[in-house]
C-alpha cells in the first residue's frame, strides 16, 4: 500500500521508507545515505554507502517494524553526501493516528 504524505500510516503494520536515490552524470564518487527518524526523540535508523559508478540510481528500503511508533507527527529525514559534503536532503513527513485503544477507550471486539 502506498500512503500519501497527508494519510495516516498504521501503527500496528510494519512500514516501509523506500527513498531512490540517483546521481548527477558527472558524479562518480560513492554516496552516503543517512536515515533519520525525528519524533520526540532523534533516531538513526541507518547509512548505507552507494556505488553508483555503473548505475543512475539505486533504491534505499528501511523498514519500521509494527508498533514502534506510537500515535503522533515524525519526520523521515534523508541526507546524501559525499567526501563529507552533504549533496542533498530529503524530509517525509509520517503521521500515526492516535487510536481508541490508544486514546485509553476501551477495546471490545
Request: aromatic residues 2%.
Amino acid at each position: 500500500m502506498i500512503v500519501a504524505e497527508d494519510e495516516p500510516v498504521r501503527a500496528d503494520a510494519p512500514t516501509a521508507v523506500i527513498v531512490l536515490v540517483c546521481r548527477a552524470k558527472d558524479q562518480k564518487k560513492p554516496l552516503q545515505v543517512a536515515r533519520t527518524l525525528f519524533g520526540e526523540a532523534e533516531t538513526p535508523v541507518g547509512t548505507t554507502e552507494l556505488d553508483l559508478s555503473q548505475e543512475r540510481c539505486a533504491q534505499v528500503v528501511d523498514l519500521i517494524p509494527p508498533k514502534m511508533l506510537g500515535a503522533g507527527r515524525y519526520r523521515f529525514i534523508v541526507t546524501v553526501s559525499s567526501d563529507g559534503k552533504e549533496l542533498t536532503r530529503g524530509e517525509r513527513a509520517i503521521l500515526v493516528p492516535e487510536t481508541r485503544i490508544s486514546a485509553g477507550e476501551p477495546h471490545t471486539p
